[in-house]
């Protein structure tokens, strides 16, 4: 008999239907894809259970991306290999107040969402700023790059000093 492994995950109530899917198609997509199964609560309770430990963590990793804010289309490229994912709190860079994180989601994001589309289109990863998290999809490579870039401009770097480094480590690949 099978060894059954289990996750639980909680994801914001406001990305459950986004989880769900019209219809269920995104959770059975994710379901079919991660070699798992899903049970979904409405308050946001996500239980995932399958028979092997790999499958069960790639799956939770998809689902807590959709929970940060990514459209359920791209956080299924974690299903890939060469795809990794990484979450940044903004306590973690001194954000306590409603203010600090929406000046610090502001720096990441920029005006009408270019500094984010600038840092994705360099580091060829995705980008989604959520509450009170940034989280990165993409290559092992780019996923650190943008997050050298991001955490340089959560701690006061301009934004030109931050475009400079991707620039210089576009040449090191």
């Not at 969402?113 to 580091?123: A, F, M, P």
């Not at 790059?145 to 210089?168: C, D, P, S, V, W």
């Amino acid at each position: 008999m099978a060894l059954k492994f289990e996750e639980e995950i909680l994801i914001p109530t406001a990305r459950v239907a986004v989880l769900i899917g019209k219809k269920g198609v995104t959770r059975k997509s994710i379901e079919r894809k991660g070699k798992v199964k899903l049970k979904i609560s409405t308050t946001g309770a996500v239980h995932i259970s399958g028979n092997d430990a790999l499958d069960v963590m790639i799956a939770r990793n998809v689902v807590e991306a959709v929970g940060r804010g990514f459209n359920p289309v791209i956080a299924e490229k974690l299903f890939k290999e060469e795809y990794g994912y990484e979450l940044l709190s903004l306590y973690d860079f001194g954000a306590r107040e409603k203010y600090d994180f929406k000046r610090m989601r502001g720096i990441v994001i920029g005006e009408d969402g270019s500094v984010r589309k600038n840092l994705q289109h360099q580091t060829k990863t995705e980008i989604a700023v959520f509450g009170k998290t940034i989280a990165i999809i993409g290559p092992a490579e780019g996923i650190q790059k943008a997050r050298h870039a991001i955490e340089m401009l959560l701690t006061g770097a301009k934004h030109g000093t931050a475009y400079r480094f991707l620039e210089k480590s576009h040449g090191r690949q």
